[in-house]
Antibody
């Protein structure tokens, strides 16, 4: 059973860069042809796809965030990471990591989510 | 971007009811739609992919249908565990987009 677990700071100051890591257990991020991604949920709101990385290292980002987002992976640690720069209060949200199916773009396994607040 | 609009935003129902949640897309597409269930403080859980493919372990009272710009999630014989929020997601094209959610509450 694949499990994903987010880690990172719960509080970020405005203009700083958010760094989150998603550690995957129960399977390798380099096998199966899966994509590994990030999705966020603003307080009381819907879900927003941020982007994902393929095991080959190819990345796909939401154009609305592309200029500020970097997703990377560390295969030796079986984890992948999100960096979101120039944080503002509008980036306050719960951030989820999730696994995307190899052939279709739905997300079948999710982390529990980590709440990030942007405040000075 | 394909905008996904769910209705209703809130739905009040009772155990045993049959409920239908609708997701309308700003552009037409076939099949590439998923449905998720989310409970407070928890991550979304995948219920249905490719419009109507029920995920393993998901009760058969959940079903999905639709095409073009209108898709539906139907829950038959509503159970207490089904009171939650539901989201649709299109994966026809980038960026993937979600509906704003439907909160199913107990009447």
């Amino acid at each position: 059973q694949v499990q994903l677990q987010e880690s990172g700071p719960g509080l970020v100051k405005p203009s700083q860069t958010l760094s989150l890591t998603c550690t995957v257990s129960g399977g390798s991020i380099t096998s199966g042809g899966y994509y590994w991604g990030w999705i966020r949920q603003h307080p009381g709101k819907g879900l927003e796809w941020i982007g994902y990385i393929f095991y080959s290292g190819s990345t796909f980002y939401n154009p609305s965030l592309k200029s500020r987002v970097t997703i990377s992976q560390d295969t030796s640690k079986n984890h992948f990471s999100l960096k979101l720069s120039s944080m503002t209060a509008a980036d306050t949200a719960v951030y989820y990591c999730a696994r995307r199916n190899p052939r279709e773009g739905y997300f079948d396994y999710w982390g529990q989510g980590t709440r990030v607040t942007v405040s000075s | 971007d394909i905008q996904m609009t769910q209705s209703p935003s809130t739905l009040s129902a009772s155990v045993g009811d049959r409920v239908i949640i609708t997701c309308r897309a700003s552009q037409s597409f076939n099949t590439w739609l998923a449905w998720y269930q989310q409970k407070p403080g928890k991550a979304p859980k995948l219920l249905i992919s490719k419009t109507s493919s029920l995920q393993s372990g998901v009760p058969s009272r959940f079903s999905g249908s639709g095409s073009g710009t209108e898709f539906t999630l139907t829950i038959s014989n509503l159970q207490p565990d089904d009171f939650a929020s539901y989201y649709c997601q299109q994966y026809k094209s980038y960026p993937y987009t979600f509906g704003q959610g439907t909160k199913l509450e107990s009447k």
